[in-house]
């Protein structure tokens, strides 16, 4: 998928007949995925399951990797926007539960293993994920701006840093440790990243040289 946005296999949204087989074939991807992983993925076998023709599929996605792209990219568009509480521990809070919540559901979170999977097979997917994630980073990243802009962290603090620091720990558990994911581990998550920002842990390392000549 061209990392600009410009129109590829699989982009094109028009509305009727187009955007319903496209729904239906993104839809079979996600179902395939959850239930197989990456490495039983067929074209074939997601036209079948969207009751879709074959050559529909393979004229308007190709590849597996580019209907995954797709995927990744309408996964994105459709995910919930952040939630403003009015504090920065309040908003880290929502986004780790809505990771958590994510990553424990049977369905999502076999699918996201098995996307993530993907990503290491292929460039072209792998550079789809990040494009997802750089996504969700970016649609929360502004409550640690409100909070810069309330005086609860630093100036300088990297906006982006605080969010992956929120999730990074839920997928260590979904992929790697296997502990249970549960509610106080989201929270923990998000008040140990709510902390570390107010401390000054996640300022930009040029803003610190900027602080410490100031201080001269």
């Given at each position: 998928?061209?990392?600009?946005?410009?129109?590829?296999?699989?982009?094109?949204?028009?509305?009727?007949?187009?955007?319903?087989?496209?729904?239906?074939?993104?839809?079979?991807?996600?179902?395939?995925?959850?239930?197989?992983?990456?490495?039983?993925?067929?074209?074939?076998?997601?036209?079948?399951?969207?009751?879709?023709?074959?050559?529909?599929?393979?004229?308007?996605?190709?590849?597996?990797?580019?209907?995954?792209?797709?995927?990744?990219?309408?996964?994105?568009?459709?995910?919930?926007?952040?939630?403003?509480?009015?504090?920065?521990?309040?908003?880290?809070?929502?986004?780790?539960?809505?990771?958590?919540?994510?990553?424990?559901?049977?369905?999502?979170?076999?699918?996201?293993?098995?996307?993530?999977?993907?990503?290491?097979?292929?460039?072209?997917?792998?550079?789809?994920?990040?494009?997802?994630?750089?996504?969700?980073?970016?649609?929360?990243?502004?409550?640690?701006?409100?909070?810069?802009?309330?005086?609860?962290?630093?100036?300088?603090?990297?906006?982006?840093?605080?969010?992956?620091?929120?999730?990074?720990?839920?997928?260590?558990?979904?992929?790697?440790?296997?502990?249970?994911?549960?509610?106080?581990?989201?929270?923990?998550?998000?008040?140990?990243?709510?902390a570390a920002a107010s401390a000054g842990a996640f300022v930009r390392a040029n803003r610190r040289r900027e602080q410490r000549d100031d201080r001269g």
């Amino acid at each position: 998928m061209d990392p600009e946005g410009s129109a590829g296999p699989g982009t094109v949204r028009p509305g009727g007949r187009t955007a319903r087989v496209r729904a239906a074939v993104l839809r079979a991807a996600e179902d395939a995925l959850a239930e197989q992983g990456f490495a039983s993925l067929d074209l074939a076998d997601i036209a079948r399951r969207a009751d879709v023709g074959r050559t529909t599929v393979y004229r308007r996605w190709g590849t597996l990797h580019n209907l995954l792209s797709d995927l990744l990219r309408d996964m994105a568009e459709q995910s919930l926007p952040r939630t403003n509480t009015g504090s920065l521990v309040g908003d880290l809070t929502a986004n780790a539960k809505l990771v958590r919540r994510t990553l424990t559901d049977p369905r999502q979170g076999a699918l996201f293993k098995a996307l993530i999977a993907a990503a290491t097979c292929d460039t072209r997917t792998a550079e789809a994920l990040q494009r997802f994630y750089d996504a969700r980073i970016k649609e929360w990243a502004p409550c640690v701006q409100r909070a810069i802009d309330r005086g609860e962290v630093p100036e300088g603090t990297d906006t982006h840093e605080v969010i992956r620091a929120v999730s990074a720990p839920l997928y260590y558990r979904l992929l790697i440790s296997g502990d249970p994911l549960d509610r106080t581990t989201a929270e923990r998550a998000a008040e140990a990243a709510a902390a570390a920002a107010s401390a000054g842990a996640f300022v930009r390392a040029n803003r610190r040289r900027e602080q410490r000549d100031d201080r001269g």
